[in-house]
């Protein structure tokens, strides 16, 4: 078996590999990146990327709907779903293609295999060549992670979906049951919903989208309910009794099991780290709960291997993978490198209406001993957002009262995940109060908001 020798081996090209291969490279580094499927991953081909591209069709439609509020007149509006799905599979092929070209760009060997770690600093690699041993002081692990298969949920690709089946779903749902409301769980039952199928979504926590402010937990419920939604809290689905062209779920809710019937389900109940298959145990890697261990600075405990993004565990989110790639690829190269703090990792759902956040919940910080100011601004108040059409909504920040540290930023509107941006610098440059009510904002812009709402914790809010 022939053996190459490189300075930092990659396993996996998402987010987090890629990038890594990229910094690493940048840095004078020969790199050789292993894929045994897509080049970008899972966010390009089967996550953020493609999903957002079904979004954006739905946000669309659910305008032209809406002409008449804007003086405009729109007739028989309709939609073709293949072709809905078309554009979604484009916009990911697009990319993963722009990923080829970035590596040959920085000069970066690209295996597509199967890679297994064979001992310190030795990765055999399976393709359909056959076999061949990769060799490099520095290994990172970014084999991100999968979806979550709960016994009598499994996923079919008919009646159950994944996250896969649900981007190139096989039909148009007429009656869709969504288990779980996390971040992918609500996107997709806000994308169905949308184009008109009737949409029930069962979270077994106390409010949906559990790990957001409870406050923008409430307002997303009370739009998706307006919307058309069913929304069901603290609910399990038991099990589902799959038929012909139909699913009986058994939801458990206020100590009673009922029984429902749908046409597609798609699980959403979560992920767990691709660990399998790579010899970890071999070589000594710790892993808990499918994910593998690491320090700070994403270091395994063994000698010259690293683990990023998905696969190292949460925040499971494409921009905490790629900036650990970074970090990783800095580390490697001698130089010296801050740990990312997972207080500075914003959270982003692009349901309508979106929602984002950044550090603390109110709840989280009053639980770790703070004294806190909360602000909040409607979007009602904004002269921009009443001009889009889009008044519902709020921006909700908390502060330390007796420091004034921006401890966490929380958000539900139009255009939200762009928002976030300025208070995760904020928080980055370790802002306080004072500058944020200092800082200037523009006129009219939806951003106005995350000023009022700074303001308004002070009690100097102008515009409500």
Not at 104 to 111: P, Y
Not at 414 to 435: F, H, K, P
Request: with cysteine.
């Amino acid at each position: 078996m022939a053996t190459r020798t490189f300075d930092v081996i990659v396993i996996g090209a998402g987010p987090g590999g890629y990038v890594a291969a990229i910094r690493a490279a940048q840095l004078g580094k020969k790199v050789v990146i292993v894929e045994r499927e897509h080049l970008g991953g899972i966010c390009l081909n089967w996550g953020c990327i493609p999903t957002k591209a079904l979004l954006r069709s739905a946000e669309v439609f659910h305008l032209m709907h809406r002409a008449k509020d804007f003086g405009l007149k729109v007739e028989g509006a309709s939609f073709d779903f293949d072709a809905v799905v078309k554009r979604s599979r484009g916009v990911a092929k697009q990319l993963s293609s722009g990923i080829g070209h970035l590596m040959k760009k920085n000069k970066i060997e690209v295996v597509m295999g199967a890679a297994t770690l064979a001992g310190k600093g030795r990765v055999k690699v399976t393709t359909d060549k056959g076999e061949e041993e990769l060799q490099a002081p520095a290994i990172v692990l970014a084999t991100g992670a999968r979806s979550r298969s709960l016994p009598g949920l499994e996923p079919d690709g008919d009646l159950v979906w994944n996250y896969k089946h649900a981007l190139q779903p096989p039909r148009m749902p007429k009656n869709l049951l969504v288990i779980g409301s996390g971040a992918i769980g609500i996107e997709f039952a806000s994308f169905f919903n949308t184009l008109g199928a009737k949409t029930t979504v069962v979270e077994v926590m106390d409010r949906i989208l559990p790990v957001e402010d409870a406050e923008i937990s409430a307002f997303a419920k009370k739009q998706f309910v307006k919307q058309g939604m069913t929304i069901l809290e603290k609910a399990t689905v038991r099990k589902l009794d799959r038929g012909q062209g139909k699913v009986t779920a058994h939801i458990e809710a206020n100590g009673k099991t009922e029984t429902q019937e749908f046409d597609t389900v798609i699980s959403a109940v979560g992920i767990v780290g691709n660990v399998e298959n790579l010899g970890l145990e071999a070589v000594g890697v710790q892993v808990d709960r499918t994910h593998v261990v690491t320090d700070e600075f994403c270091r395994t405990g063994v000698e010259g291997l690293y683990a990023i993004g998905d696969v190292a565990g949460a925040p499971w989110l494409a921009h905490k993978a790629s900036h650990e790639g970074v970090m990783v690829a800095e580390l490697i190269a001698g130089k010296h490198v801050h740990p990312i703090k997972p207080g500075a990792i914003a959270g982003c759902t692009y349901c309508h209406p979106q929602v984002a956040s950044v550090g603390m919940t109110e709840a989280r910080a009053k639980e770790l001993g703070h004294e806190v100011k909360v602000g909040r601004f409607p979007f009602i108040g904004n002269g921009k957002a009443i001009a889009l059409g889009e008044p519902e909504g709020m921006v909700k920040t908390v502060f330390d009262a007796k420091t004034g540290e921006l401890l966490g930023a929380h958000m539900i509107g139009a255009e939200v995940t762009e928002l976030i941006q300025g208070y995760i610098v904020g928080r980055s440059l370790e802002t306080t109060e004072a500058e944020l009510m200092e800082t200037v904002f523009p006129h009219p812009t939806l951003s106005e908001m995350m000023h009022e709402s700074v303001l308004d914790a002070y009690g100097r809010a102008l515009h409500i």
